[in-house]
């Protein structure tokens, strides 16, 4: 029967949230009229006569609009008003019994937290499952751990090869659902089959509004096909590659893009510069209180964890929440993430409550937080050699964390989740200065600007998400500045690792077009 079922706005009643004089059947009413596809009666800590009292006038309502009703744990309940079928949490009845009480056909779903309720769940075939809690919630207090939305597509991976569907639940909204449905994806490309939402319509004074929005919100991501990285019109090649930096770098200078960084302290001054030199306009602005109002302006957001102590993780937290919200570009630059616990929390923290579109770091950082052992850091340092297979690491990482992903070194390697590009430009000079790593973040921020100013038929350049024209950007930022490095150290003005910052800066603001084209080396990989 699940198959037959539109899981995609999911409403659970919750009456404790309703307005002040709004009546709970009339705002369950105009939640359907919105666009809500299956309800869930939640009755907590009412007494059996009273639930059945409310489940029978909610079915009445949603027959009236062919949607399905789900009775939240009780049995009884739910046969009491020949409701659809019953939801059960991992503490209520087993499913086994559920199943032989109810009449077949009847939709059982169970909630699931981690991957051995999946699994189990899976075994005794269940019609769906809801995931949760995704984000934190008032509206139910935790016993368990949330999952977060990277951790959504761990449990969908368990769901391969079977018919049964997914639901996310937990703090959904208006403002991260795009977040949650593009980040809960599978490494296999398994997405959910719809939301579970609370307080954001039943709190609603208009919930005909807030579930119309939501259900706009589901049905735009769906018809994007975000499953995958988006591809430009022509299959990509190094010269096409080339010719997208080249486009970027001049929209850079027509249209002179705001780049906010939070940013190491340490090289602030050197990161605006460097903006500057690309033409392009730098703020460094780190209070939460100004994140929504410079969201506002176009351009990019970098967000540099250098130099990280609470009151910047809290501008970081918003920013990149509003940058979401806005549609911009967001490049995130784990500096020494793998240094201290403190760092791996708040990076963890960042990826979960916003969605990235570059991550650039070098490979003992992106090794931190990728969580594998195969490159140890020191610092803000790599140690050793690198990855064994960097191609292989940086498409993984990739597709783990729904972006593209930078990988910098003696070749720097990008990829969006599908394809590799390898970059053979640069100069040792740019290893011997303070913050040429937070300058190549800057300048990648720079170009993701200069790409989402450019005219393209596909909407999702504008939502800041992984696809290949974010991996040109990517590309761009990082061969601009290496090419600009060769050109410095080539023009005899270098005598020292003061002179080469001079020369470096100058190199980029002079740089044309054509520079670029003569220098670059850009590979695509196979």
């Known amino acids: 029967m699940s198959k037959q079922i539109d899981y995609s706005l999911y409403l659970v009643t919750w009456r404790e949230l309703l307005p002040p004089g709004k009546d709970f059947y009339e705002s369950l009413e105009e939640s359907l009229q919105g666009g809500v596809t299956i309800v869930q009666i939640r009755e907590k800590a009412t007494e059996t006569r009273e639930f059945v009292k409310i489940a029978a006038k909610s079915k009445a309502i949603c027959d009236k609009y062919n949607v399905p ?38 939709i059982v779903g169970v909630s699931c937290n981690n991957l051995d309720h999946v699994k189990v769940a899976v075994n005794d075939g269940v019609d769906y499952i809801g995931i949760g809690s995704v984000w934190s919630t008032k509206t139910k207090s935790l016993t368990s751990p949330l999952v977060g939305v990277r951790g959504v597509g761990v449990l969908l991976d368990a769901l391969e090869g079977t018919e049964i569907k997914a639901v996310a639940i937990g703090g959904i909204k208006s403002t991260n659902l795009l977040r949650t449905l593009y980040g809960a994806v599978s490494q296999r490309g398994h997405i959910l089959d719809g939301v579970a939402v609370v307080s954001d319509i039943v709190a609603s004074r208009n919930p005909q509004n807030a579930a119309a929005n939501l259900s706009a919100i589901i049905h735009k991501f769906k018809a994007q096909k975000h499953i995958v990285p988006a591809m430009i ?60 109002d410079l969201s506002k302006i176009p351009g990019a957001l970098l967000v540099n964890i250098g130099t990280l102590v609470d009151d910047t993780k809290e501008g970081m937290l918003a920013s990149g929440l509003y940058a979401n919200l806005a549609r911009k570009p967001v490049v995130l630059d784990p500096v020494g993430v793998g240094a201290s616990q403190y760092r791996k929390d708040t990076i963890n923290e960042l990826l979960d409550t916003w969605q990235v579109s570059v991550i650039k770091g070098n490979a003992g950082e992106l090794a931190a937080l990728s969580g594998t052992s195969e490159v140890e850091s020191k610092g803000v340092d790599s140690v050793g050699d690198g990855f064994r297979d960097p191609i292989s690491f940086v498409r993984n990482l990739a597709r783990k964390e729904r972006c593209v992903v930078a990988l910098t070194g003696k070749v720097d390697y990008v990829s969006d989740g599908k394809l590799v590009i390898a970059l053979h430009n640069g100069h040792e000079m740019l290893g011997r200065i303070t913050g040429s790593g937070c300058m190549v973040g800057s300048c990648i921020a720079s170009f993701c600007a200069g790409q989402a100013s450019l005219p393209h038929d596909d909407e999702i350049i504008t939502r800041g998400f992984a696809n290949q024209y974010m991996l040109c950007a990517a590309v761009g930022g990082i061969t601009v500045l290496n090419v600009a490095a060769e050109m410095a150290v080539a023009s005899g003005n270098v005598h020292g690792t003061g002179t080469f910052l001079s020369a470096l800066i100058d190199t980029l603001f002079q740089l044309s077009p054509e520079d670029i084209t003569g220098h670059a080396s850009i590979r695509i990989c196979t």
Request: aromatic share 2%.
């Open 233 to 292: 019109s022509t299959p990509l090649t190094s010269e096409g590659v080339l010719k997208q930096v080249l486009d970027i770098f001049v929209a850079i200078k027509k249209t002179n893009p705001l780049i906010h960084q939070i940013t190491n302290t340490v090289v602030s001054t050197q990161s605006a510069n460097i903006t500057l030199a690309l033409g392009a306009s730098p703020i460094m602005a780190t209070s939460a209180k100004e994140m929504q």
């Open 69 to 106: 009703l789900i009775i939240n744990d009780r049995v009884d309940v739910a046969l009491a008003v020949n409701a659809s079928g019953v939801h059960v949490g991992q503490t209520d009845m087993p499913v086994d019994v559920v199943k032989r009480l109810l009449p077949i056909g009847s």
